[in-house]
């Protein structure tokens, strides 16, 4: 059957909950998503991808979004979003873009405490799980990407923290000897990790990084030229008109769970054909 890998991306709150609507679809029309050999998660991707590594069903995870008991307040400012657009959008190369980004995360005042925030969705799974499950933040200081898992030195909860941490609007995570900045910074998916597998299963709320980043869609072609099998979704337009622009929106939230369990059940004959082989 080959190896397989979940790929979970990242997307804010309302990118959470319309990725919580995918899973619950595809699992609810009878796509195993247990099968999976590793799990590797990105942002909002990181915290689901957690709590499905450790047991909790895709149907408990969409249903705590629409009644709300997975609700999360991420108030972002409008200087907060033109300093990050400042930065990510001040060059054209890739290395020099995420280093300003960096720089900027790590020169801000400091911002809220992103393992506050983690501790409030991860629900008690503060335990590295016996499960294959990788992580990804990017290096503040050095823009480099790295994976974190059970072996990483960082603790669940740090390792959460660190893929959750917005520039300049959650405070970079200091772990380990460096300080961390959202895994979605260089990648929204981080799709490029899944090499090696023959098959991936990746949900992207937000197909591409702002800056000058390969997209997902990219980072799928690329591995599907490699030779394996990829399903990747991202919002169709329904889903896009559900999540609405700003991402942080807790108005939106429920709609987008909604919107992304719809494009799921659509999707999952197609998706399961694929994934299951």
Known sequence: MGRSA?????????????????LAGLADAGVDLARADVVIGTSAGSV?????AHGEPPRELYERQLTGTDRLLLHVTT?????????????????????????????APSGADARTLVRQVLRGAEDWPAR???????NAR?????????????TMVDAVAASCAVPLVLAPVAAAGQHWMDGGTRSTANLHLARGYDRALAVAPVDKAVGPHPS??????????????VNL????????RAMGRDLTSDAHRVAAALAGHAQATKAAATVGAAWQG
């Open 6 to 22: 979940l790929v979970l991306g990242g997307g804010g709150p309302v990118g959470g909950a319309w990725l919580t609507g995918v």
């Open 48 to 52: 689901f991808g957690t709590r499905l």
């Open 79 to 107: 200087a907060q979003t033109l300093r990050f657009l400042w930065a990510a959008l001040g060059s054209r190369d890739p290395e020099r873009s995420i280093r300003r980004l960096g720089r900027a995360a790590l020169g």
């Open 132 to 138: 294959d499950l990788r992580l990804t933040a990017v």
């Open 142 to 154: 050095t823009g480099v990407v790295a994976v974190h898992g059970a072996d990483s030195g960082l």
């Open 216 to 229: 997902a869609s990219r980072q799928a072609m690329h591995l599907t030229a490699e030779g394996a099998a």
């Open 233 to 240: 979704l991202v919002p169709d337009a329904a889903s896009r």
